[in-house]
Every structure is written in structure tokens, then in C-alpha cells.
């Protein structure tokens, strides 16, 4: 009994051991973790459970049978994030470059299927080399059946990859269509085509970090949704993340204590808004001040900064917060922004997470640019995303909202169910000297008769009153109290419900 009981710990000490201490070795010399490493930080100490870390694959060609490491290059299974249940699957390099080989895809298939049934996120922990080479058709077959998993688990359970190493061809697109990507400056990068193959289809001499680093990504692309110092600084900042998602769209927020004062009143905020309506000030100072403790997990900081997204609590439950940043382009909503924010609203929505909405826009960015680039089309996925979106929804408009982009951010005719302004908020077509050029285009030449159609524009449309004359407002607020009403809001919406028209599924402006 006693053999057997040894030879377990022996087979399982080989398996933990992956590609080889030498490997290993080389993993850390370059700076990153090895797959384990990484679970044992995600994970809440001593809650990883393991699975099939004895398959094995089942490769003949290239002489790859006579070696046939147990686990296959992933390690996969359970545990808990802060005594949440969370599903991880994590590549090791160590063993065939990470490759992905049938047997591995099975592997992160098993996974994903139990997250699916059991209700809880995705983590997956990208480092490899791609397709196992020596499988051919095989890998490629694995690989199809994780994307189609990713699919049907998307708006279902939240998937969080963390992209620690190489992630190229194909297996880009995995991540792709996961929730959030959370990448590593220096040893990470993911692209279609590596830059050998870029230099000799294009001319083009670029260097891997340069083509599909963590810098690239979060800041060009955007395709991934924050740059982190190091493996450890990721994992933190993904168990932060995960703290603040649902398990599945079955389940609500999470709420945790909170020691802030819902009440708070900031008489700081009354004097946020400049004198000079173009003078910028920074709307991050609003959403921390609004926020429990001031905690804001941004998402896409460093992509169109002219709009900030990311995650708050409220009385200790979660809130999405999308907001315009006068201190970038003035607020204004270009191509970017709105890809940006439709995205975070749909997920947002998906997971019923109440949004709240900060507006300061003084419309779209103007100019051919963005016309030939399309923004037509992606300003519309922002209002479509507003639009669909059932979960509560409240707006505070502090400054400007002017034209479309004062339909798009949440108004009142998108189903915002509480709308506030700050006495501030001047909600008009235009501002006050694009409105009188085009509607006293005759007095042109007459500044002062200008100047006072100006100052008269400004009397009229220059506040939130108009609107709230309307209903279109519900109620104008003291810029200090805003947390307290805000928090008030979401409380009352708590029992909302409401259902779109069925469907299969939308036809949003893609
Ligand atoms: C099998 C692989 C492998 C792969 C790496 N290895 N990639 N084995 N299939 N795809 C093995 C190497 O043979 C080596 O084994 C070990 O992993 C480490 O690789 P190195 O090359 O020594 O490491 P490094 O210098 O860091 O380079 C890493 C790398 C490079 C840049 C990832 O290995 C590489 O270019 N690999 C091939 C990448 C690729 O073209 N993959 C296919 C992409 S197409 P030993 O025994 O020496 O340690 C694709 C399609 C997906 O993935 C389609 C989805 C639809």
C-alpha cells in the first residue's frame, strides 16, 4: 500500500516539475513566473484543485512520442479568488514551448465547460508557442473548440486572460474574445504574424515587443486592457478585477463591507467645474469622490483618454462608471472613445452591472479623420449600447452636453432611469458661439450685436433648467451631495426590471 501511496507523490512530483528544472530555470531568468507560480498567486492559499494532471498527449509524428510529459503543457482546475470560486487554466512553457496539442485543448475544454455549468469566471493564463507543431490538424482542431467555447461562455461567466509570454497566430484569438486582457511590459506580446513574417510581406523592420507588446496593445490597439510591471504585479491587479465581477450573469454584484459613508458630502466638487466653460479639470477627481474609499479599477486607461471607464462601489456593491474627460480632446466623443465605452457598457449590461454615467462631452470630434474612419459607425455602437442596456442607469451631467453626444450618454430618452444635472450643465444643439455663427450669419461682420447674442444664447441654453423644465432632468443637484444622491439612486433601482422585445440576438453596428 505504502509503494502505491509513493508511487503517487512520485508521478505527481514529476508532473509539478513540467518541462524540467533547466527550463524552469530559464523561465525565471527571464524574468516571468512558471505556470504554477502564477496559480498559487491567483488563487487563495492551499484552494487550487487540479485536474488531469496526468493526460498525456497522443502525438506520433516528429519523433514527439518519445516524450510524453504528464499535464501536457497546462495546468488546469479550480480554487478561490477572496473565497470566490474561480476557474484557471494556465500554460507552461516549460513543456514544449506551451504548445497547444489536442490533449491540451481538451484539457482547458474541460474547464470551460464546468465554469459554464457551475457559474463562475475564466481565468486563463496565456504562455505558448502556439499550435503543436507536430500535431498539425489536430491543435488546430483544439484550438477551434476553445474559440467556441469562448463564444458560448461569453455574457455568461466573466473570462479574464492573462497574456505572460508569447501569444501569436491563431491563438490570439482566444483571448480576443475574452472579457479583459492583462498584459506584461517586456516579456509578453501577441500578434497575428510574427515580425519576421511582417518584414517580409511588408518591409516593415519592427521588433516583437514594438509589434504586439503590452505597451502596443493598451495603448495602439486596444486590444488588451492594462500593462503591468511584472507576472506578480498582473495576478494582484486580475484578483482586484475578479473582486469586483459577478460570478455569472446568474448571479448578482458582489457586495462587500463598506466603511465609507454613503452620505458623504465633498464641498470640494462645488468648485470643480472652472469658471471658463473651456478651461479643462480632471473627471477622475469626480469618480473617486463619488466612489466607495475612492477605489477606481479603470479599464482602458491608457486608450482614448478622453473617456474613462471602469469599476466603483456604491454601499459596497459594484458599479460601471463611463465618463468623458475634459482634460483629452475636450471630452469629445471620436472613434475610439466610443468603441471603448460601447464595450464596457455591453459588459456592463451583460453581468448586470448598473452604470453610472458622468457627462461632460461637447459633442463628436469633427474632421475627416474620423468620417473616412467610419464614426458614423462607432458612435453608434456607444448609443446602441445605452440604448439595449437594461440595468439601472444614472446620469449626472456636470458641464456640457451638447448635440447627439447628449442623447448618447445615457439621457433620459435611452431609458436613463435617474438623470441628474449640477447647476453647471449646459444641455444645448451647440455651444453658444457655434450656435449664433450659423444663426446670425448675417450680423457677421457686427461683434458687438454677436457678443450679445452670445451672452442672450448662453442665458437661455447655458443651464440645465430647460431640460429639467422638460423632465428630461429629473432633478438639478449640489455638486457636493452628488455621491449621496447618486448612491440613492442605484439603491431605489435595485428592484428594477426590465426586458428588451425578444430577439435572437441584435444587429449591432459592428
Ligand atoms: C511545438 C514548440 C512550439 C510549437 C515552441 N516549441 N513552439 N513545440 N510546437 N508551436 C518548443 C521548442 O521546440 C522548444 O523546445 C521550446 O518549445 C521552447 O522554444 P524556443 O524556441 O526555444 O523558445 P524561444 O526562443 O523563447 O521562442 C519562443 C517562440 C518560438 C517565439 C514561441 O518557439 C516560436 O517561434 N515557436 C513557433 C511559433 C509558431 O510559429 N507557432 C505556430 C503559430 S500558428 P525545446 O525542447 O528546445 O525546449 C498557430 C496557429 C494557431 O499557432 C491556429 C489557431 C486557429
Known amino acids: 500500500m505504502n509503494d502505491i501511496l509513493a508511487e ?3 508521478r505527481r512530483a514529476a508532473a509539478r516539475l513540467g518541462g524540467g528544472q533547466a527550463r524552469i530555470d530559464a523561465q525565471h531568468a527571464r ?6 507560480e502564477r496559480i498559487e498567486l491567483l488563487l487563495d492559499e492551499g484552494s487550487f484543485e487540479e485536474f488531469d494532471m496526468f493526460v498525456t498527449h497522443r502525438g506520433t509524428e516528429f519523433g514527439i512520442d518519445a516524450d510524453r510529459p504528464a499535464g501536457d503543457g497546462v495546468v488546469t482546475g479550480w480554487g478561490t479568488v477572496n473565497g470566490r470560486l474561480t476557474y484557471v487554466f494556465s500554460q507552461d512553457f516549460t513543456v514544449f514551448g506551451g504548445s497547444l496539442s489536442e490533449t491540451h485543448a481538451q484539457k482547458i475544454c474541460k474547464i470551460m465547460d464546468m465554469a459554464l455549468r457551475n457559474g463562475a469566471p475564466v481565468v486563463g493564463i496565456n504562455d505558448s508557442g502556439g499550435a503543436r507543431i507536430q500535431e498539425g490538424v489536430s491543435s488546430l482542431a483544439g484550438y477551434a473548440e476553445v474559440f467556441q467555447r469562448n463564444v458560448l461562455a461569453s455574457g455568461v461567466i466573466p473570462q479574464i486572460s492573462l497574456v505572460m509570454g508569447p501569444c501569436a497566430g491563431g491563438a490570439v484569438y482566444s483571448p480576443a474574445m475574452t472579457d479583459f486582457i492583462l498584459m506584461v511590459k517586456d516579456t509578453s506580446y501577441m500578434f497575428v504574424t510574427g515580425p519576421e513574417v511582417v518584414r517580409t510581406v511588408t518591409n516593415e523592420v519592427v521588433t516583437a515587443e514594438e509589434l504586439g507588446g503590452a505597451l502596443t ?3 495602439k490597439s486596444s486590444v488588451a486592457d492594462a500593462a503591468f510591471e511584472n507576472d506578480v504585479e498582473a495576478i494582484a491587479e486580475a484578483r482586484r478585477l475578479l473582486d469586483f465581477l459577478p460570478l455569472s450573469n446568474r448571479t448578482p454584484v458582489p457586495t462587500r463591507p463598506f466603511f465609507d459613508d454613503p452620505a458623504r458630502v465633498e464641498t470640494s466638487l462645488d468648485t470643480l467645474i472652472p469658471e471658463n466653460a473651456n478651461t479643462p479639470y480632471d473627471m477622475r477627481e469626480l469618480v473617486a469622490k463619488v466612489a466607495d474609499e475612492g477605489d477606481f479599477y479603470e479599464i482602458q486607461a491608457e486608450f482614448a483618454k478622453n473617456i474613462l471607464t471602469g469599476f466603483i462601489r456604491l ?3 459594484t458599479v460601471g462608471v463611463v465618463a468623458n474627460q475634459p482634460t483629452v480632446l475636450a471630452g469629445c466623443l471620436d472613434i475610439d472613445a466610443s468603441r471603448k465605452a460601447a464595450r464596457f457598457v455591453r459588459f456592463c449590461d451583460a453581468f448586470s452591472i448598473p452604470i453610472l454615467t458622468l457627462v461632460d462631452v461637447p459633442g463628436f470630434l469633427p474632421g475627416v479623420t474620423q468620417e473616412y474612419g467610419g464614426i458614423i459607425k462607432h458612435g453608434a455602437k456607444l448609443l446602441f449600447a445605452y440604448a439595449e442596456a437594461t440595468v439601472p442607469k444614472v446620469t449626472v451631467i456636470t458641464r456640457k452636453a451638447y448635440g447627439g453626444a447628449y442623447d448618447v450618454m445615457a439621457s433620459k430618452h435611452l431609458r436613463g432611469d435617474v438623470n441628474y444635472a449640477w447647476p453647471t450643465a449646459e444641455i444645448a444643439v451647440m455651444g ?4 449664433v ?3 446670425y450669419r448675417a450680423e457677421r461682420g457686427d461683434a458687438d450685436a454677436l457678443a450679445q447674442r452670445t451672452r442672450d444664447y448662453e ?6 433648467f430647460v431640460a429639467a423644465e422638460r423632465g428630461f432632468i429629473d432633478e438639478v443637484i449640489q455638486p457636493r451631495s452628488t455621491r449621496r444622491r447618486v448612491a440613492r439612486a442605484f439603491a431605489m433601482l435595485r428592484g428594477k426590471q426590465l426586458q428588451n422585445p425578444w430577439k435572437k440576438h441584435d444587429n449591432i453596428p459592428l
Open 31 to 36: 524574468g516571468k513566473l512558471t505556470a504554477r
Open 8 to 10: 503517487l507523490e512520485t
Open 437 to 439: 455663427e450659423i444663426l
Open 432 to 435: 453658444a458661439k457655434g450656435a
Open 217 to 219: 496593445h493598451t495603448r
Open 459 to 464: 442665458d437661455r441654453f447655458a443651464n440645465p
Open 315 to 317: 454601499e459596497g456593491s
